[in-house]
């Protein structure tokens, strides 16, 4: 029994940890997968393969020939190389690592210059801002130094050894970069340029659609203000021609006849009108501004025209007041026009639903706003015929002062009338309210010009190749000081014999170079055993044959024992 309940726990746990083994398991696939796309990103096609596979074997055969002729042994070399394709590969995603990296092996291994040039590159084409690859590029000249002096294997002096890494650092860490960054600036500036010139003409394709759109609803606002308030009239005079009893039958059927084609061609009118303000209501929702008036401003009729409507309605046989108050001032036209149609509406709508009703037309000035006002009374005797009204005209009425910054107002009076007003203010003609819901967001402000990254970009060469034009110049002047510090005079080895001490031998000698004589130690005569020597450049003399010959001084116990002129 308690084996079989042993084994019951065992199973339970394997149960219990089966679900937490998949997890880490999964959670580890996910973090490789994105250590992955962050190490290589995308996306990785045929072409990325073959460019990326070729350009990193090449920078593999360059590192290795460099080592080699370094001089490395041949293994050391093709780590060197494959080391070098590894880091190539890793230089888009980790760009500022394999900087770093290179800067350290470069130190140590002349052949990571190629890929200290494609990693230079990537930092400069990869990393946005200017203060961390300048911080970065500063890196790679302090790691590249400090590890070169601490292997300095040539025995090349410190000086000169920083100055080797400044040039290499000014040729293929500064102008790498510089030329990576320009690359980026500019196609950064190109699509930006390319999406701001999308941006233009979408705009353009926009404001001409709203243009037209804003045409058609002038045009529908004129058709239905002027040819429905004609026909309106037509239709009243006909109506009271109708039932005159001085006309004959045949005669008061002409008149019902025109009557009836009057109501007809308001009936039209009205669906014309509404189909084109349906298409124009979605182009117009959010792009109603100043310009919606531009087309009304020239148009005809103003406040001086209203008796016009006044007599006409008047001819009609409808009692017609008109009353001005106020200190009359000069209007803009677009809100004479305003006022122009807000009455022309008004007696519209009366001649059609209170024929015969009386009407006052008030216009009152005040101090900030033209107020608008017709109030018609109630009528005993109704419409002849159907009465033809689509509600357009108080729509656009509240429309166009709504542009000019004011209201419209319409309702039935306490006596059974009705009244239309509107409110235009002064300062506001020809401008839409600041607070409008429909109009258009300010544009965001342009974007500050750039200048051309190509010119900073120059700036920085010039100054490059200035600086490693002034350091060839100082690597010059380090080479013969150092070629001086080498070379012993044929009269000084005359003058110094064996047996002499060291110290007063080494007074008269050179400070020696063991970078430029380095290369005689593996010739000539074997050194005698325990011995220090001294290596120089030395003269040829007249009876020896043309080459490199050297001077070797070997001291022991303070001695000078030896003094030897060879062919090296």
């Known amino acids: ?80 190389g494959l080391a070098a394709a590894a880091l190539y590969l890793l230089r888009r995603g980790l760009p500022l690592t394999v900087l770093l990296l290179t800067a350290v092996g470069l130190g140590a291994f002349g052949g990571c210059i190629p890929i200290l040039a494609a990693a230079s590159w990537s930092a400069g084409y990869r990393m946005a801002r200017a203060w961390a690859l300048t911080a970065a590029c500063a890196s790679v000249l302090v ?163 209203i008796e016009r409507l006044t007599d006409a309605s008047r001819a009609a046989g409808t009692a017609v007041r008109v009353t001005r108050s106020g200190e009359i001032r000069p209007l803009a036209a677009a809100t004479g026009h305003a006022a122009y149609r807000i009455v022309q509406e008004a007696l519209t709508n009366a001649h059609k639903h209170a024929p015969s009703a009386p009407i006052e037309v008030a216009l009152r000035y005040e101090p900030d706003a033209l107020l608008v006002e017709v109030v018609n009374g109630a009528s005993a005797a109704t419409a002849p015929g159907p009465v033809v009204s689509g509600g357009q005209g108080l729509t656009g009425l509240r429309e166009r002062a709504r542009l000019l910054g004011g209201m419209v107002h319409s309702g039935p009076t306490p006596e059974g009338g009705f009244r239309l007003a509107g409110v235009l203010p002064y300062e506001g003609a020809g401008r839409p309210p600041a607070d409008d819901p429909d109009l258009p967001e300010a544009p965001p402000p342009a974007p500050p010009v750039r200048r051309s ?43 110094v014999q064996v047996g002499q001490p060291e110290s007063a031998v080494k007074d008269k000698l050179p400070s020696g170079s063991d970078f430029l004589t380095s290369g005689y130690r593996q010739k000539g005569p074997d050194v005698p055993a325990g011995a220090s020597c001294l290596w120089f450049s030395a003269e040829q003399r007249s009876d020896e044959p043309a080459g490199d010959y050297a001077s070797r001084l070997c001291f022991r116990d303070g001695v000078l024992i030896e003094k030897v002129h060879y062919r090296a």
């Open 143 to 305: 790691l590249s130094t400090a590890v070169s002096l601490r292997y300095n294997l040539d025995g090349i002096p410190p000086r000169g050894l920083i100055g080797i890494n400044l040039a290499v650092f000014l040729l293929f860490v500064v102008l790498p970069a510089v030329f990576g960054r320009y690359r980026a600036q500019r196609r950064t500036l190109l699509s930006t340029l390319q999406e701001r010139n999308d941006q233009l003409l979408r705009e353009r394709a926009m404001i001409a659609h709203q243009a037209r759109l804003r045409e058609r609803q002038r045009i529908a606002q004129d058709m239905h203000d002027s040819l429905g308030h004609q026909l309106a009239l037509i239709s009243v005079h006909t109506g009271a021609l109708e039932v005159d009893r001085g006309l004959t039958d045949r005669q008061r059927e002409a008149v019902a006849v025109l009557r009836q084609a009057a109501v007809t061609a308001m009936r039209e009118l009205r669906e014309t009108v509404g189909l084109l303000r349906d298409e124009n209501t979605v182009g117009l929702a959010g792009s109603r501004g100043a310009a919606g008036t531009a087309g009304d401003t020239g148009a005809a009729g103003g406040v001086e025209t």
């Open 453 to 495: 990254p190509a010119l900073g970009c120059a700036v920085v060469v010039g100054l490059a190749c200035l600086a490693f034009l002034g350091l060839l110049g100082f690597g010059g002047y380090v080479l013969v000081e150092e070629t001086d510090n080498a070379t012993l005079d044929r009269d000084v080895y005359d003058a």
């Open 1 to 80: 029994m308690t084996f079989v309940v042993r084994e019951r726990d065992q199973r339970q746990r394997r149960r219990s940890a089966r679900p937490i083994t998949l997890a880490r398991v999964a959670k580890t696939a996910e973090l490789w997968t994105a250590a992955r796309k962050r190490a290589l990103p995308g996306p990785w096609g045929r072409r990325e393969y073959l460019r990326e596979g070729t350009a990193a074997l090449l920078v593999a055969v360059l590192s290795g020939i460099i080592s080699l002729a370094d001089p490395m042994n041949p293994l050391g070399a093709i780590a060197v």
